[in-house]
């Protein structure tokens, strides 16, 4: 029966953010965001290179709405991303007649391997799957994927949450950075 | 139930303080209230493990211990405790070791035939009889009257063994050896309260 009474929950909801905080992450978001998104849809977009991914926008959640979270910081952002990056290309080469395991093996691996490293960032389940389930385009880069748009793309926002962050008052980031 | 434990339970922060702290600090907190209070509670005890295995013995006893010899008389023995007004005093033996402790604790047993040595019990017996039953004390002297073998500690027992010492063993006070096994100090309960406090 523990196993049925422990999904009551039965803790406390913390409290919400205020007012400022909901404009900063917002700011944060909004910059960091169209920092990567210019550079898809503006500057390269007669290119091949892709330069934003659907992982990003939960990237931005973390590194601009929650900043102090050990999820958030520059060694998950960029870490997670990249190690993650690497399991999804490999399981989408080894098994992409499969695309249901090669799947639920990337995301799987990517967490196991985050956790491994100390560079758990949620979003980098994301860029694994996105490496097996994305467009033919990130199917063509291989392993290029890592370096662009994955790489240079939480190093960009990395760059904007270290600005943005900073100019609040309240705000320090990042809380580490290894 | 030992002090570790007790404070294990009475850290005293509540739910409501951890909302309260967490409104205060400004940005997103990545933790639930009871994520908080887990890690409070395991820092707390930790820290108080630490400091309380840091404070030894020698630390907080009284070097300065009035001490008697096995063949003092009850009436040396009880001037000496209420001139000094103390509860409770080691006895040393001819080598100059601690052989016994003795305490009120030890007159109202020997003073009283009931099995439970009580003040109240002692009143009781002299209301009862027309004399004072401290009397038949008289012939005895401390080797009759302490408490023996002595529980004992070394110089270096963390305080926090000394205070579960006291508690295990239902005593007031111990003696403090030195190497060498010689009387180098004493704990009383009131010692205790101060390293804590």
């Known amino acids: ?178 | 139930m030992k002090i570790s434990e007790l404070n294990r339970h009475s850290v005293g922060v509540t739910n409501e303080d951890i909302i309260q702290a967490m409104k205060k600090i400004s940005g997103y907190l990545d933790i639930t209230p009871s994520d908080f209070m887990e890690v409070y509670q395991v820092a707390y005890t930790h820290a108080f493990e630490r400091l309380t295995s840091s404070i030894k013995a020698q630390d907080i006893m009284t070097k300065k211990v009035i001490a008697i010899d096995e063949d003092t008389s009850p009436i040396d023995t009880v001037k000496l405790m209420a001139r000094h007004n103390i509860s409770g005093l080691p006895v040393l033996n001819k080598k100059n070791k601690v052989s016994g402790i003795i305490s009120e604790k030890d007159f109202l047993k020997q003073m009283n035939t009931l099995k439970q040595p009580s003040f109240m019990n002692v009143i009781l017996q002299c209301l009862e009889s027309k004399g004072c039953i401290a009397l038949d004390l008289k012939k005895l002297s401390a080797r009759d009257i302490m408490s023996s073998p002595p529980i004992t500690i070394e110089m270096n027992t963390p305080v926090l063994e000394v205070a579960n010492l006291f508690e295990s063993h239902n005593i007031n006070r111990v003696p403090v050896l030195d190497k060498h096994l010689n009387l180098a100090g004493i704990i009383a309960r009131s010692d205790l309260v101060q390293a804590f406090c």
């Open chain 1, 1 to 178: 029966m523990k196993f049925f009474s422990k999904m009551r929950g039965g803790g406390l909801s913390p409290p919400a953010v205020g007012f400022s905080e909901i404009i900063w992450s917002w700011l944060g978001a909004f910059l960091g965001i169209s920092a990567v998104a210019f550079l898809n849809y503006n500057l390269f977009s007669d290119t091949d290179l892709i330069f934003i991914i659907g992982s990003f926008g939960a990237s931005a959640v973390l590194i601009y709405g929650a900043v102090r979270s050990p999820l958030a910081q520059p060694r998950n952002l960029i870490g997670g991303h990249i190690i993650s990056a690497i399991i999804g290309v490999i399981a989408f080469k080894l098994f992409n007649t499969h695309l249901w395991f090669a799947s639920s093996l990337a995301v799987a691996t990517a967490i196991a391997a985050m956790h491994a490293t100390k560079t758990l960032h949620p979003p980098g389940g994301a860029t694994a799957l996105i490496a097996v389930i994305g467009s033919q385009k990130i199917h063509n880069l291989g392993f290029y994927y890592v370096f662009i748009p994955v790489g240079a793309g939480a190093v960009i926002m990395l760059i904007i949450a270290l600005i943005v962050n900073n100019l609040c008052k309240t705000r320090k980031y990042p809380e580490f950075w290894l």
